[in-house]
């Protein structure tokens, strides 16, 4: 496919609009996507008639509201649009009410109690600053979902939220700082996406795979990723002709895949898209993960996106690229040449360090899941310690602001490499730090500790909001006439503490960390339990991000989410080592005891000590993966306890369940080092890793 003609073409763009529409309707449909206004119901009406048109002309008979409900994933209910005419005929149709409003059944959605599963009635609703679509020769309209009381039950709706709350703080701090006109900031996001590639036979034979995403049981291989020869390698024939077929299929969509390559570990990747408007990224990246998986399996592929596919290899992540950017398409976090000087800059840099100080814990929370729990602090991924790095140039500069020193900086480095044909280039103000929560990385930051699997709308709209109160009190401090460069130094003061430029994955810097009085929360269960605490449900309540009652039900729908994945990977795992893994192992041990005895009847002079040996260290494995197998059944049949509160629940799973899991797969993983490969009941790590 030719990018210049095949962009878009499957999007109900700007430039269909500016074809399709009367100018009058354009007009005003664009106000309401750039200016946030209301859409008035006759300019949906000619809006969703031309959709229609459009939409037909390309082959599509159906359309659906396409939504993200609190499951992780999208939801469709297809609706077709044919309408009885005289004469027993049909005819095509699709009113402003259709497109504006949809109602799907709510009563299976997680909803924390704020629906009974009798409850079924929902809402969608058209969220027109994202564009519509064509997917699988259906209209999809890109919509937030609520309940029958007006509930968000969704991941879209808090995040349209957070960004007009968070434009309406920055414009504000705009303006105070004599920025004169009217001015509209919007968030922008660039998710960059990890992922696994393996052969779809491989991924068939394993039911870990196919029912939890990931491996239970897997002993490490003899090659892993420690040689450093996957990372930024030629990307096999195989791989490559899968990426191409992506990028075919995303810019047909109008979504800005960009970069792609080798990730660290074999079979492993990323693509990273160019930044765009928070819920249109959120909604893209959403689209990239169902179409990698939908491409792959077309090559014979499947596309893994859990955070931690197999024990001891890396894992995969999402860093998502967050800055502020205002309708004239200036940068807020653009140093510029001399960053101690930049008033503009420096008010926007200290109010993220105050957010993100602050609300440390919903950063956390709003990365955490049980499946980015086997990647966070793992070696491969930012510590649960949230800490941001500036790099030496604008620590350098804060410190100097703390101290009340000048701080002009000196002139740009530029790098060269002693070769005279080469051109010297000028040195990036910060290095990257890969082991930071929180880096800043030159005119934005990136929030590493993202899971594969995430929406990225959680995480985005936590930090839209937790800046916008953070702009809001210096605005606050700003109306009282307090001077600009005694907010900005009295704000480094007071949250200095969360910077950190060094290596987080020492133990060092934990201890560090402690002494600080930053938060430390290891497992998603203890973050989690953070979401509810009264500071947090006071700052969702005072931006109108949430009602209490909706921070309580996503509360009770993240505990209940942990929950569910680990008792389906306990289930999952104990039925495979009962039912392949043993009956594997207990085989192979009689073979070897066979072999024994018919060695010392033929050769009665020879030891027998290999098949003995061997048998015995099997059997003594198999015995222990038996027991603790038992030992995992009565753990998950425990946790099922009527007794239990939602977090009681949660912390049983965390400290009983998965310790149990541990020590199955450790009696697993020996035996798969011992017994013969014809007898192994599914492909190892070696054979998955190096296929494709």
């Known amino acids: 496919m030719n990018p210049l003609e095949g962009f878009g073409s499957l999007v109900f763009n700007n430039r269909v609009m500016q074809e399709r529409l009367p100018r009058e309707v354009y007009r005003r449909l664009r106000k309401t996507m750039e200016d946030g206004k209301s859409l008035e119901s006759a300019v949906a009406g000619v809006v969703a008639n031309a959709m229609k048109d459009w939409a037909i002309e390309k082959g599509v008979t159906h359309y659906t509201h396409w939504f993200q409900p609190m499951t992780g994933v999208t939801a469709e209910k297809h609706d077709s649009f044919i309408a009885p005419a005289e004469g027993g005929g049909v005819i095509m149709e699709f009113s402003g009410k259709e497109l504006i409003q949809g109602e799907p059944d709510a009563s299976s959605f997680p909803s924390g109690g704020l629906r009974a599963t009798f409850e079924a009635r929902g809402y969608t609703s058209w969220d027109p600053t994202s564009y519509a679509f064509i997917k699988d020769s259906t209209l999809c309209i890109p919509t937030a979902f609520c309940s029958y009381g007006g509930h968000a039950l969704d991941k879209k709706t808090p995040l349209l939220r957070s960004m007009e709350r968070l434009n309406a703080q920055a414009s504000r701090v705009l303006r105070l700082l004599g920025g004169g006109v009217e001015t509209r900031v919007i968030a922008t996001v660039g998710p960059e996406q990890e992922y696994f590639l393996i052969d779809k036979d491989d991924y068939n034979a394993r039911r870990d795979l196919r029912i939890t995403g990931r491996t239970l049981f897997g002993a490490k291989p003899p090659k892993g990723q420690e040689m450093d020869d996957h990372y930024f390698g030629a990307i096999r024939p195989r791989v490559r002709t899968f990426m191409k077929d992506l990028n075919d299929e995303l810019w047909k969509l109008g979504i800005l895949a960009k970069t792609e390559h080798n990730e660290t570990a074999p079979s492993q990747h990323e693509l990273a898209p160019i930044f765009t408007t928070a819920n249109i990224a959120a909604d893209h990246n959403q689209l990239t993960m169902e179409t990698m998986k939908r491409v792959?399996?077309?090559?014979?592929?499947?596309?893994?996106?859990?955070?931690?596919?197999?024990?001891?290899?890396?894992?995969?992540?999402?860093?998502?690229?967050?800055?502020?950017?205002?309708?004239?398409?200036?940068?807020?976090?653009?140093?510029?040449?001399?960053?101690?000087?930049?008033?503009?800059?420096?008010?926007?840099?200290?109010?993220?360090?105050?957010?993100?100080?602050?609300?440390?814990?919903?950063?956390?929370?709003?990365?955490?899941?049980?499946?980015n729990d086997c990647r966070l602090g793992a070696d491969e991924a930012p510590p649960a310690i949230v800490s941001v790095f500036l790099g030496d140039e604008i620590t350098a500069v804060l410190e100097a602001i703390d101290a009340g020193r000048d701080f002009s900086g000196g002139e740009k480095t530029t790098v060269g490499l002693g070769v005279h044909t080469m051109v010297r280039f000028a040195r990036d103000s910060t290095d990257r730090n890969r082991t930071s929560p929180f880096a800043f990385t030159g005119n934005k930051f990136e929030f590493r500790s993202l899971g594969s699997s995430l929406s990225v709308s959680g995480p985005n709209f936590v930090l839209n909001t937790i800046a916008a109160e953070s702009l809001c009190q210096i605005a606050d401090e700003l109306e009282t006439g307090k001077d600009v460069s005694d907010v900005i130094r009295d704000t480094i003061r007071a949250h200095k503490r969360i910077i950190?430029?060094?290596?987080?994955?020492?133990?060092?810097?934990a201890e560090e960390a402690a002494r600080r009085g930053l938060m430390n929360l290891p497992a998603s269960v203890d973050a989690i339990a953070e979401f509810v605490s009264e500071k947090n449900v006071a700052l969702f309540e005072k931006h109108a991000i949430f009602t209490g009652e909706e921070v309580c039900a996503r509360y009770e729908i993240l505990l209940e989410s942990y929950c569910k994945t680990v008792r389906i990977e306990a289930q999952t795992m104990a039925e495979m080592s009962m039912r392949e893994i043993l009956p594997a192992a207990l085989a192979y041990t009689e073979r070897l005891a066979s072999a024994g005895l018919r060695k010392k009847e033929l050769l009665p002079g020879l030891e027998c000590a290999a098949e003995t040996d061997l048998a015995a260290r099997v059997s003594a494995h198999s015995d222990a993966l038996y027991k603790n197998t038992l030992s995992l059944e009565a753990e998950a049949a425990q946790a099922a306890n009527p007794g239990f509160g939602v977090l009681q629940r949660a912390e049983f799973y965390r400290d009983r369940v998965l310790s149990a899991m541990r020590a199955v797969r450790a009696s697993a993983d020996a035996l798969e080092t011992l017994v013969a490969r014809e007898y192994w009941p599914f492909p190892t790590y070696g054979d998955i890793l190096y296929r494709v």
Do not use: I, M
């Not at 024990?311 to 309708?327: A, F, I, M, P, R």
């Not at 800059?345 to 049980?370: E, H, I, M, P």
């Open 296 to 371: 792959a399996d077309r090559h014979g592929l499947v596309c893994l996106l859990h955070e931690k596919p197999f024990e001891g290899v890396n894992g995969s992540g999402k860093h998502n690229n967050w800055s502020l950017q205002t309708d004239r398409g200036e940068n807020l976090l653009e140093p510029g040449e001399n960053p101690g000087q930049n008033v503009r800059f420096l008010v926007f840099l200290s109010a993220v360090l105050a957010a993100v100080d602050d609300y440390q814990d919903l950063l956390r929370c709003s990365v955490a899941s049980a499946g």
């Open 500 to 509: 950190f430029n060094g290596n987080n994955y020492s133990k060092e810097w």
